[in-house]
């Protein structure tokens, strides 16, 4: 599959939760190590760098972890729940096939 196939496939998946709801599933469970149900903040720190590594993008900051815990996760617990994080998914995604 060329890149700009997959990139359609993206686009298309955020309007379509039939695709959508499963990719979140697949990283939600590949990001929650401990299988806790919720993704710890060395969890996202995890994800994040072993997805920036995938995409060829320089490993996030200390201070980049700490922001994307303080804006996705709404109730304040200092994790993520499967809702938060399907939040975190779609704008990662957003961002991988540049569009806002
Ligand atoms: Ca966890």
Do not use: R, W
Request: with cysteine; hydrophobic share 35%; glycine share 4%.
């Amino acid at each position: 599959m060329d890149i700009k196939t997959s990139d359609e496939l993206l686009k298309k998946s955020l309007f379509n939760d039939f695709t959508f709801l499963p990719m979140v599933n697949f990283y939600f469970n590949s990001a929650d190590i401990d299988g806790s149900g919720f993704i710890e903040k060395t969890e996202i720190n995890h994800f994040l760098t072993k997805f920036s590594k995938e995409q060829k993008l320089d490993p996030p900051t200390e201070k980049e972890i700490e922001e994307t815990l303080n804006e996705f996760d709404k109730n304040k617990d200092g994790k993520l729940c499967k809702e938060e994080f399907q939040v975190l998914v779609k704008q990662i995604v957003k961002e991988m096939v540049g569009f806002k």
